[in-house]
């Protein structure tokens, strides 16, 4: 049987049914595209309001954190640093936190004599001193970068001093 004889079968069929079941079917499928059409609504809506309450988490964290930072960075104390950093992650309120001096070169990285070349947990990107984008963007604008991944939200935030950018901040949240 081919594509056109079942099509015109179903067009008798639907002929010769009775109106009932022709506005049942037809009430049906409205019913099922009003709920279908709600239910990616109310998707959408709980997606965008989780979105802007994780930013306005991950500002009030950057803000505190920018706070402390900037006096351990003016110290230079890269051990405070670290300590933050730890606190953070085993208190579950960030993924990975990341600290950069002003020249973009990750405080975390420098206590531990790592390599300028290292790959970058938090962002999975090479990362190499003055060569990350993401890292010369931070330094060199006042407002809070968002980026969005799959499964996280990677905030960060440049450090200012009295008008100067002294260094930069990233948190990664669940």
Do not use: C
Not at 108 to 128: A, D, F, G, M, W
Not at 132 to 142: A, G, H, I
Not at 155 to 165: E, G, H, L, S, Y
């Amino acid at each position: 049987m081919g594509l056109k004889n079942v099509k015109r079968l179903l067009r008798l069929t639907w002929r010769k049914s009775p109106v009932v079941v022709r506005s049942s079917f037809v009430i049906t499928t409205i019913i099922l595209i009003t709920i279908t059409n709600l239910t990616i609504f109310s998707i959408n809506y709980r997606q965008e309001n989780f979105h802007s309450e994780l930013k306005l988490r991950a500002e009030s964290l950057l803000n505190t954190i920018s706070f402390v930072a900037a006096d351990a960075i003016e110290r230079k104390d890269p051990l405070l640093l670290e300590t933050i950093a730890l606190d953070l992650k085993s208190n579950n309120l960030v993924v990975a936190a990341q600290v950069y001096d002003r020249e973009g070169i990750n405080i975390n990285n420098k206590l531990k004599n790592v390599p300028e070349t290292k790959t970058n947990p938090i962002q999975n990107i090479v990362y190499r001193h003055n060569e990350n984008d993401f890292v010369r963007q931070l330094l060199n604008t006042k407002k809070t970068i968002f980026l969005w991944q799959v499964d996280r939200l990677l905030a960060a935030k440049a450090i200012v001093r009295k008008d100067t950018t002294i260094g930069a901040i990233s948190i990664s949240l669940p």
